[in-house]
């Protein structure tokens, strides 16, 4: 079970949200007149990086390392090395907010992938929540995977699952599939994914490692 500060940190980088998009609240206070000045460089390289392969979006978020400070990063133009993931956001024509996420990525310093979905929150619970590599049921589907829910935040619910390499196959050789789950009112949610671009972005994502 990871602890609760890795599963948030993984689901805000799936979110698309970073630590300086959080309320001002949560913020300290720096009176810039009194703020070291030598700690103020800004990185040389972006800190968030994108590039989008067919449906799918490759993310690169810049990590600061413990030992190194702001004014260092900013010599060197990198921090601490970096976390990727890829992901597709779906969305309904005409409605602005996405009824689902889909992210595959690793978690820092970890080797395997992990497959997160983002789902609105009025999900059923307990419940499960699937995804079918070709869209298909029964005999006829592949690349069938069950995930766990995690958590809801920010007005959506996560699910994770751990990937196989035949399932990371059958999605990345594939051109469509489905993410289904069980809504508030009892009914099953189909959501259709689209596996294009997924190769293409899966190998920059080595790449990026």
């Given at each position: 079970?990871?602890?609760?500060?890795?599963?948030?940190?993984?689901?805000?980088?799936?979110?698309?949200?970073?630590?300086?998009?959080?309320?001002?609240?949560?913020?300290?206070?720096v009176?810039?007149?009194?703020?070291?000045?030598?700690?103020?460089?800004?990185?040389?390289?972006?800190?968030?990086?994108?590039a989008?392969?067919?449906?799918?979006?490759?993310?690169?978020?810049?990590?600061?390392?413990?030992?190194?400070?702001?004014?260092?990063?900013?010599?060197?133009?990198?921090?601490?090395?970096?976390?990727?993931?890829?992901?597709?956001?779906?969305?309904?024509?005409?409605?602005?907010?996405?009824?689902?996420?889909?992210a595959?990525?690793?978690?820092?310093?970890?080797?395997?992938?992990?497959?997160?979905?983002?789902?609105?929150?009025?999900?059923a619970?307990?419940?499960?929540?699937?995804?079918?590599?070709?869209?298909?049921?029964?005999?006829?589907?592949?690349?069938?995977?069950?995930?766990?829910?995690?958590?809801?935040?920010?007005?959506?619910?996560?699910?994770?699952?751990?990937?196989?390499?035949?399932?990371?196959n059958?999605?990345?050789?594939?051109?469509?599939?489905?993410?289904?789950?069980?809504?508030?009112?009892?009914?099953?949610?189909?959501?259709?994914?689209?596996?294009?671009?997924?190769?293409?972005?899966?190998?920059?994502?080595d790449?990026?490692?």
């Amino acid at each position: 079970m990871r602890s609760t500060a890795t599963i948030v940190s993984s689901l805000l980088l799936a979110l698309g949200i970073s630590l300086a998009a959080l309320p001002a609240a949560a913020q300290t206070k720096v009176d810039p007149a009194k703020a070291d000045p030598t700690k103020a460089a800004i990185p040389s390289e972006p800190t968030v990086t994108t590039a989008s392969y067919g449906s799918w979006i490759l993310r690169c978020m810049q990590l600061a390392s413990p030992a190194t400070t702001v004014a260092d990063a900013g010599k060197s133009g990198r921090a601490g090395g970096q976390t990727c993931e890829v992901m597709q956001t779906v969305q309904v024509q005409g409605q602005s907010q996405p009824i689902a996420q889909l992210a595959i990525g690793r978690l820092p310093g970890e080797k395997d992938l992990i497959l997160t979905a983002l789902v609105p929150v009025n999900i059923a619970l307990p419940g499960a929540i699937y995804l079918s590599g070709n869209g298909k049921t029964g005999a006829e589907e592949m690349g069938g995977l069950e995930l766990s829910w995690q958590r809801c935040l920010a007005g959506s619910c996560a699910a994770s699952a751990g990937p196989d390499a035949a399932t990371l196959n059958i999605l990345r050789s594939g051109t469509e599939g489905q993410l289904r789950f069980t809504d508030a009112s009892g009914q099953t949610a189909a959501i259709p994914l689209s596996w294009k671009g997924l190769d293409q972005a899966m190998a920059a994502l080595d790449k990026a490692r």
